[in-house]
């Protein structure tokens, strides 16, 4: 824009730097015209010598001071030199006094002692402080990193339930009689299950169920009463809405815990098991350990974090790593010193500390707003954590050395720790019904600290009681951070 609004005068530092010699020769023609023919006063500044032969008058400069101002020419002439260039480094020789010998000496013993080949924890923490210093002034990495594991945990503990409560049901009386009357008094009274209008033939049952109105519909036969005063076997249906295999397994128990319940208050009902066709002398009375009012908090209040503490450890490690190499600041480390250990994992000290605050934040929110004791010691619950955090953070590290890009990053790390956390821990489906290539997944670093977290919790278990799965765990962290070592490349592709 300067050249095209004709200036009187033109600065230039080092316009021809890194230009190929061609395009540089073709540079200093177009300067040329620009002083010879449109008269413009150009300063430029330069580190080829053969650039400063074409100026009228140069100034050599060291250390911000000016050494001499002149013709080229003449400079040259000054010092009896060939070329200027020698006449610079005639100038500059004569500038800087000669070193002692002690000095040299001390430049040799620091060069040894400044080996690049051998580890560094001065360099590793270095990049421990200046990764710490990124994270606290990007407010939005910090809102997420202490949020957003927060906010989670309370929307899925509140928003997640396990408890299948006001089951609407109906029933098809068709004997009207007081003993079927007293057995499905024990439905109504229940707090499981909610009363709706009775239904009066089987077509209404099957147009109710079919609407959704219902998920339970009992039907009792004719002669009910007369058939259970004599002895006889009775067969009550009961239509459950299997829609929703989960719910529909869970509205079963509580059909079979109420038949129960009707069965131990009525002695004449005994022969009587709409569940099984054999009848038993024995009466089997379930007790729920840990969690007896089978309330849904107690359950997934430890089973959340587990998930937490993979999910956003893991986003922020892999967003750091791929960070550096979109936008370039990867090349530090390139041209540096800094071996690949002392890089990634000077980076990972940062966000285990991170992980272990998330912790603390996340054990206060079960203890005093979920109301879940924590019943086993916290300081192996501590312990788990920590390696935990070495874990998730080591494949955080590895997950980068697949991204090329912060979106892939994010993408890669969500779905690799959600998907087999949700599937494969424990978490929603028992990890002893799972088989082959599932049971495998299983075994996973995941599936350990759940152990560990709920445990402690709900059970109280020590350190004895779960030292096999401390040890299972710690495996993870080193493997993970590894193998990230091993796969990242001290210089660019």
């Known amino acids: 824009m300067a050249v095209i609004h004709a200036p009187e005068i033109l600065i230039l530092d080092e316009p021809t730097s890194g230009v190929d010699p061609q395009a540089r020769d073709d540079f200093w023609r177009l300067l040329l015209d620009l002083s010879r023919q ?17 100026c009228d008058r140069i100034s050599l400069m060291h250390a911000g001071k000016v050494l001499v101002t002149d013709r080229p020419s003449d400079i040259m002439l000054a010092r009896d030199a060939a070329t200027l260039e020698e006449a610079f480094i005639a100038f500059i020789s004569a500038e800087i006094p000669p070193e002692p010998a002690s000095a040299a000496a001390l430049v040799v013993a620091s060069d040894n002692v400044g080996d690049t080949s051998s580890f560094s924890l001065r360099r590793l923490f270095a990049y421990t402080t200046r990764e710490a210093m990124q994270v606290r002034r990007d407010p939005v990495r910090l809102a ?17 339930s396990q408890e299948v409560r006001n089951i609407p049901f109906a029933a098809l009386d068709q004997d009207r009689s007081p003993e079927s009357r007293a057995y499905l008094s024990t439905f109504e009274d229940s707090i499981w299950f909610q009363t709706h209008a009775p239904i009066l033939d089987p077509a209404a049952m099957e147009q109710r169920l079919t609407s959704g109105e219902l998920s339970l519909a009992l039907q009792i036969p004719p002669g009910f009463g007369a058939d259970l005063r004599r002895g006889s076997k009775v067969e009550v249906a009961a239509m459950i809405d299997g829609a929703d295999t989960s719910r529909a397994g869970t509205v079963e128990s509580y059909v079979s815990g109420a038949h129960t319940t009707a069965l131990g208050d009525a002695g004449a009902m005994l022969a009587l098991d709409m569940l099984s066709p054999t009848t038993t002398p024995v009466q089997l009375t379930p007790r729920f350990r840990y969690n007896p ?26 967003v750091s790593v791929a960070r550096e190499k979109e936008i370039g600041t990867i090349t530090n480390f390139y041209v540096t010193p800094t071996g690949r250990t002392e890089f990634l994992i000077g980076k990972q000290l940062v966000y285990i500390g991170i992980t272990l605050m998330n912790f603390a934040i996340l054990t206060a929110l079960v203890v005093l707003v979920l109301g879940v004791p924590l019943r086993g010691d916290p300081l192996v619950l501590l312990l788990a954590s920590f390696v935990y955090a070495v874990a998730a953070t080591g494949f955080g590290l590895l997950v980068s050395m697949m991204s090329a890009t912060q979106v892939t990053a994010v993408f890669a790390s969500t779905v690799l720790s959600v998907m087999p956390t949700l599937q494969f821990s424990g978490m929603m489906t028992p990890v002893s019904s799972l088989e082959g290539r599932h049971g495998y997944w299983a075994a996973s670093g995941r599936q350990r600290y759940m152990a560990v977290s709920v445990g402690t919790y709900t059970k109280g278990l020590g350190l004895i009681d779960l030292s096999a799965a401390l040890m299972r765990l710690a495996v993870f962290g080193p493997v993970f951070t590894g193998l990230a070592i091993l796969t990242l490349r001290k210089q660019e592709r």
């Open 293 to 318: 009012t089978m309330a849904s908090l107690p359950s997934t209040g430890p089973s959340i974090p587990p998930l937490l503490l993979l999910l956003f450890p893991a986003i922020l490690m892999a």
């Open 38 to 54: 449109d008269r413009v006063t150009i300063f430029i500044s330069t580190h080829f010598m053969d650039e400063a032969m074409r």
């Open 144 to 160: 997420f990193a202490f949020l957003g594991s927060a906010l989670l945990l309370l929307i899925m503990s509140f928003g997640i």
